[in-house]
């Protein structure tokens, strides 16, 4: 058979599994490998050990599968039918979860499909060797997607297509075949508009195309292990986990496609979430709630301490009593022993500032240095409002906001 007819088979093949989309790229140097170099240069991989890790990686598709010739990449929506009215806002105790992660963990999904695809592939060329990526090898996933036609790399670094829109998944089969190469989507459809970019709340973009991870909400609620320093903590804008706000704007999202995989569709629980019940669920329940869902990557450590900023942000007092509890609990991890203070530190019910009280001297020193800002913090608040403004010596001493302190007074 040749390569064209393969590829065309390929197509109709992986339309029948429940793909949105595929195209095929040579397993070549990718365009925007310089960008990412300079991305990692201006230190915006943040925290994210793995996207420094020999950069020479993401060059070579041939690393990830050595004789690779072709990159296959897949498009899922995701994006729900009917999508839920928001609460959040109104309703402070209440979470934000990105849409991607409100059905089951997209990489067990896509991973399932693209491993059924490289299946019947090796049904029809025998000899073939492949292997799935699904954020599971050093690949840049989006510039293969552009370069197998899928789709243009937007302003706000999302893959867009025309039809489906951005709130698609991504993953791809490296093959040691040469199959028919589709055209590379030059054309961008971004043109003058800068919404995205404008209504990033922590203005994240350092210009267009350029994500600084140091300031996204996805990366701090995600990605980040231990502590969250002030300046992030202060700005989640409700959401516990990811953020979809640079998505929510773009019109091409407007009359984008809808999932058509019943497993992505999103569950109850991540429909905004009683953040207030976060606090209390038992680790069992955590666990069986977490088994087959994106949000396991930050576990129950991390959607608690996103749940506690959140509530301590919004000052929401019914929460002071379970925070309490979680910093009376020395059994409990320091991240959210941490953040329980930080958050009783904003909410400053009375009840609130005993629990900081009874932690002055607090054996640990994570726990007790959260423990001290707080109540410094408070103090600054109350001579503000007192007063005005607070002289420079009742101020609290400065938090330092590197990503290297907070990671290493975390776990
Ligand atoms: C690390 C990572 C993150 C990080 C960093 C994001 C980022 N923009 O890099 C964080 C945690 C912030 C993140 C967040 C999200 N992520 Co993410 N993430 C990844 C991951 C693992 C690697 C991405 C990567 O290589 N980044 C490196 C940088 C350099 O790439 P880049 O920012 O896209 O920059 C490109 C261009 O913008 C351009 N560029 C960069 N700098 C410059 C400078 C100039 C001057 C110019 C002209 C161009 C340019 O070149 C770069 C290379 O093409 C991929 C999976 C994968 N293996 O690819 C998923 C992936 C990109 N993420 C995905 C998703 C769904 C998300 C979120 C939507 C989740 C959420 N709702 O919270 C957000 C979206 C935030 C955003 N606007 O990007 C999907 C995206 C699907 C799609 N349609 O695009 C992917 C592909 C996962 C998947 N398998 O489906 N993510
Ligand atoms: S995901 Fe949210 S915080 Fe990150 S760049 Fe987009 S709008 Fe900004
Ligand atoms: S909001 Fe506008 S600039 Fe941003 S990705 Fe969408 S079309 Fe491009």
Excluded at 106 to 123: A, F, I, M, P, T
Excluded at 173 to 201: F, K, M, Q, S
Excluded at 290 to 318: F, K
Aim: proline share 7%.
């Amino acid at each position: 058979m040749s390569p064209v007819e393969l590829t065309d088979r390929l197509r109709t093949e992986g339309a029948r599994i429940g793909l949105d989309a595929v195209g095929v790229a040579p397993a070549a140097q990718p365009a925007g490998h310089e960008n990412y170099l300079h991305w990692l240069k201006q230190g915006r991989a943040a925290g994210m050990a793995y996207m420094e890790r020999e950069p020479a990686n993401r060059a070579d598709p041939g690393r990830v599968l050595e004789g690779a010739r072709s990159v296959v990449v897949a498009s899922l929506v995701y994006r729900a039918k009917d999508e839920p009215p928001t609460r959040a806002g109104s309703e402070p105790a209440r979470g934000k979860i990105a849409r991607y992660a409100q059905g089951r963990d997209y990489h067990q999904v896509l991973r399932e499909k693209l491993g059924r695809l490289l299946d019947w592939l090796k049904s029809e060329a025998p000899q073939l060797r492949g292997r799935v990526v699904v954020d599971t090898a050093p690949l840049l996933e989006r510039d293969f997607a552009q370069a197998a036609g899928l789709g243009w790399i937007a302003k706000n670094t999302m893959l867009i297509n025309r039809r489906l829109g951005s709130y698609t998944f991504l993953g791809a089969i490296l093959v040691d075949l040469e199959l028919a190469y589709d055209a590379p989507h030059h054309v961008n459809h971004c043109g003058t508009c800068t919404r995205c970019l404008d209504a990033c709340p922590t203005q994240a973009f350092a210009g267009p195309y350029e994500l600084d991870a140091r300031r996204c909400i996805s990366y701090w609620t995600i990605e980040h292990k231990g502590v969250i320093p002030d300046q992030a903590a202060e700005a989640l804008h409700g959401w516990a986990f990811g953020c979809d706000i640079c998505q929510e704007v773009c019109p091409w999202n407007r009359k984008a496609a809808r999932l058509r995989e019943p497993e992505l569709e999103p569950r109850p629980e991540w429909i905004e979430p009683d953040l207030i019940e976060w606090l209390t669920l038992d680790p069992a329940r955590w666990r069986s709630l977490l088994a087959d869902s994106a949000l396991e990557r930050t576990r129950r450590r991390g959607l608690v301490r996103n749940a506690a900023l959140i509530l301590g942000q919004a000052r929401v007092a019914e929460a002071a009593r379970p925070l309490a509890e979680l910093l009376d609990s020395t059994s409990e991890h320091p991240t959210i022993r941490a953040s329980a203070a930080w958050a009783l530190g904003r909410i400053a019910t009375p009840e609130a500032l005993a629990a900081l009280r009874a932690h002055r001297n607090d054996p640990d020193p994570v726990v007790n240095t959260a423990v001290l800002h707080a109540v410094a913090h408070l103090r600054a608040r109350e001579q503000n409002e007192k007063k005005g403004p607070a002289s420079p010596s009742d101020a609290p001493a400065p938090r330092e906001n590197t990503i290297r302190d907070h990671d290493a007074g975390g776990e």
